[in-house]
């Protein structure tokens, strides 16, 4: 986004099918002792969702986005990503924007 390449790596991918339309979701697990605000949470759930439109649904399967979530095991919080990710994204594209332009000024 913007320039930065951000790694997004799922630790469990789903398929299903369900009255004839074929679904993708996924979910990531976060193991650390400091614990994410909600707001960071969810963008983390929204680049998931985004991920899997991106790179791993296959032509003809829906990203579900109630099926995408960040997962806190140490804080037990499980962050889904939200219905509609353009609010999401876009302020992770505009943070983007920021780092590529602090970075080519130092």
Not at 33 to 40: I, M, P, V
Not at 58 to 82: L, R, S, T, W
Request: net charge negative; proline share 3%.
């Amino acid at each position: 986004m913007a320039g930065v390449q951000i790694t997004v790596a799922p630790d469990l991918i789903m398929r299903w099918e369900d009255n004839g339309n074929k679904y993708v979701g996924a979910v990531k697990f976060r193991i650390a002792k400091n614990k994410l605000d909600f707001s960071a949470g969810r963008n983390a759930a929204s680049l998931i969702s985004y991920f899997l439109q991106k790179s791993i649904a296959k032509q003809g399967e829906i990203v579900d986005n109630a099926h995408c979530f960040f997962v806190d095991v140490m804080a037990d919080v499980i962050y889904p990503a939200p219905l509609d990710t353009t609010l999401s994204l876009q302020e992770i594209n505009d943070a983007c924007l920021e780092y590529v332009t602090l970075w080519n000024a130092a």
